[in-house]
């Protein structure tokens, strides 16, 4: 089968790929582009262990043809950081530990970005409900949470 070009923004760099059209936007990440942060948990979208923001929401890379990412700007956990400071929510779980083996981790950190954008004062019940597509076996998310509320009490200079 003919390999498709694609060309798009993946965290501020612009990307041109040939690929076959049935690779999923996690294989090229990993795969080709070799950005491990981004993780492969179910390969089903049932454990955000995936997440990557698509412009400015986020989507489970696991479900979405790698033809989807033409034209679009993509961001990985790699991108958040701003070379070695990190981004106040990647701070904010490492202060408050949020996370235990670290493979939900990024995907967490994705869905908290894309609800801290959307609302950057969340209550215990929207943190919750943002985070709601990911999975972590190893916590009772109370953790989580506290990281991702001590983020946006950061991110408006509440510290």
Same mark, same amino acid.
């Given at each position: ?5 694609? %060309?798009?923004?993946? @965290? ?16 090229? *990440?990993?795969? /080709? ?15 955000? %262990?995936? =997440?990557? $923001?698509?412009?400015?929401? =986020?989507? @489970? %890379? ?9 034209? $679009?700007? *993509?961001? =990985?956990?790699?991108?958040?950081? /701003?070379?070695? @400071?990190? /981004?106040? +929510? &990647? ?8 996370? &235990? ?8 950190? $994705? ?7 959307? @609302? ?18 190893? =916590?009772?998310?109370?953790? +989580?949470?506290?990281? *991702? ?6 991110? &408006?200079?509440?510290?």
């Amino acid at each position: 089968m003919e390999r498709k070009k694609i %060309s798009f923004i993946l @965290n501020g760099k612009s990307q041109e790929l040939h690929i076959q059209p049935w690779r999923t936007l996690l294989e090229i *990440i990993r795969e /080709d582009l070799q950005l491990t942060g981004t993780k492969e948990g179910c390969g089903e979208g049932e454990c955000g %262990s995936c =997440t990557v $923001m698509m412009g400015d929401k =986020t989507v @489970n %890379s696991c479900l979405v043809p790698a033809v989807e990412a033409d034209n $679009m700007e *993509i961001t =990985t956990i790699e991108g958040l950081a /701003d070379g070695d @400071n990190l /981004d106040p +929510i &990647q701070e904010a779980f490492v202060s408050y530990a949020g996370m &235990q083996c670290g493979f939900c981790t990024p995907g967490m950190i $994705m869905s908290a970005k894309e609800l801290l954008e959307s @609302n950057p004062n969340p209550n215990e019940e929207e943190i919750r409900e943002g985070i709601a597509g990911n999975f972590c076996r190893c =916590t009772g998310y109370t953790k +989580i949470i506290e990281s *991702i509320s001590a983020a946006a009490e950061g991110m &408006q200079g509440g510290e």
